[in-house]
């Protein structure tokens, strides 16, 4: 429900963006003579869409690593946990005078 209220304005803001800006542009790839005519609101929002995907790449590759330790960690702790529950089970001998 949170998701929605969050993504139903910023949807309606792409949408009215879209809307405003229809005029075509010539998008060219530089050295080659490819070139490509797109609506504007369509080149902005594919552009930005790409480069927001290539951030997340930059910030997701370097935490891969604290992610492994961190599940490493978390099985070692759920292991030291259930070996300290045994441990507990085990009824102890009485003392003995």
Same mark, same amino acid.
């Given at each position: 429900m949170l998701r929605a209220l969050i993504l139903t304005p910023f949807l309606l803001v792409l949408v009215a963006f879209a809307i405003s800006n229809p005029q075509p542009?010539?998008?060219a790839?530089?050295?080659?003579d490819?070139?490509?005519e797109?609506?504007?609101?369509?080149?902005? *929002?594919?552009?930005?869409?790409?480069?927001?995907? #290539?951030? %997340?790449?930059?910030v997701w590759f370097p935490a891969l690593g604290h992610r492994r330790r961190a599940r490493v960690a978390e099985r070692r702790a759920e292991l030291l946990s259930a070996? *300290?529950?045994?441990?507990?089970?085990?009824?102890? #001998?009485? %003392?003995r005078r």
């Open positions: 542009v010539s998008l790839l530089w050295p080659t490819v070139t490509l797109a609506p504007l609101s369509i080149a902005v *929002l594919v552009i930005a869409g790409v480069f927001f995907w #290539l951030g %997340a790449l930059i070996q *300290l529950t045994e441990r507990d089970k085990v009824p102890s #001998l009485p %003392a």
